[in-house]
């Protein structure tokens, strides 16, 4: 299984499957973490468009209660991006009526 996850990461045309058709906060994917952390890091340098997916992403596993994984791997992207700002109106949008007002303009 981890050959064919590192395999399918070589190339961008798996992104959308990787992303979308394995539910990487479920036993046995959880154990993942970095390799989902390299595939979202690899994607959200795609497009900005690409980065709200990712974002969004991570958000909605918060949502369905998926435990703490999807909030450490979003703070560690929050961390090391240049997208902050993205990071948190993709939050806004998704919390709107969980945050205070932020002014990220």
Partial sequence: MTSLLRRAVESSEHFDFLLHRINWFEHPFTHYQSLFLKILRLYTGLSKQSSKVAYNLLIEALTHQKGELPLSMLAQLFQESYDKK????????????????????
């Fill in 86 to 105: 993205g990071i948190i109106l993709a939050i806004k949008e998704n919390y709107p009526h969980k945050l205070c007002p932020l002014d990220v303009h």
